[in-house]
């Protein structure tokens, strides 16, 4: 069985700060991949990233950067300089047997 | 181009009715998943086609839930004898194929209420 944690149901940070999203997933599989979805007030996931079970290198995409760590299960999330439009509710997921595997998320605040 | 969309955006009914909820994927996505959302929760996956048969529906709940894509295009969730616990929202999601680099796109969701 798979399964994926978010231990941060909501966080609050004043606009500009920098802010980690923490993920622990669970698999058996050896071959895997990872996603972040960001989940606005409108509702619709935003696919934001996907990593290959076999790539442990850090990604980096403008304000956004992912840490996987297949040592520890993690696959965390970091927002540089946040802005108020960072504020939704943000998804880990695992996927497997073509199913996605959600957390149950992590509602980000900015206070501007 | 357009992305996933799904029908209506909200549904209001009572306890025992039967409801129908469409999902239109993107045109060309052969692979058409259905996920559940409960309040506060994360999505859970229901079932998935590939083309117009469902590969998978190990997350259906019980035997009032039915899924059909007849044309391997527009794909309708069917609920039989709601239940207050089926309110939540219903998101679908199609992709090019399946396989996990296949990303999956999701639609706007449609909220059911079942008062």
Known sequence: ?112 | GAGVSQTPSNKVTEKGKYVELRCDPISGHTALYWYRQSLGQGPEFLIYFQGTGAADDSGLPNDRFFAVRPEGSVSTLKIQRTERGDSAVYLCASSRGTGSLNEQFFGPGTRLTVL
């Open chain 1, 1 to 112: 069985a798979q399964k994926v944690t978010q231990a941060q149901t909501e966080i609050s940070v004043v606009e500009k700060e920098d802010v980690t999203l923490d993920c622990v997933y669970e698999t058996r599989d050896t071959t895997y991949y990872l996603f972040w979805y960001k989940q606005p007030p409108s509702g619709e996931l935003v696919f934001l990233i996907r990593r290959n079970s076999f790539d442990e290198q850090n990604e980096i995409s403008g304000r956004y950067s992912w840490n996987f760590q297949k040592s520890t299960s993690s696959f965390n999330f970091t927002i540089t300089a946040s802005q108020v439009v960072d504020s939704a509710v943000y998804f880990c997921a695992l996927i497997g047997n073509e199913k996605l595997t959600f957390g149950t998320g992590t509602r980000l605040t900015i206070i501007p």
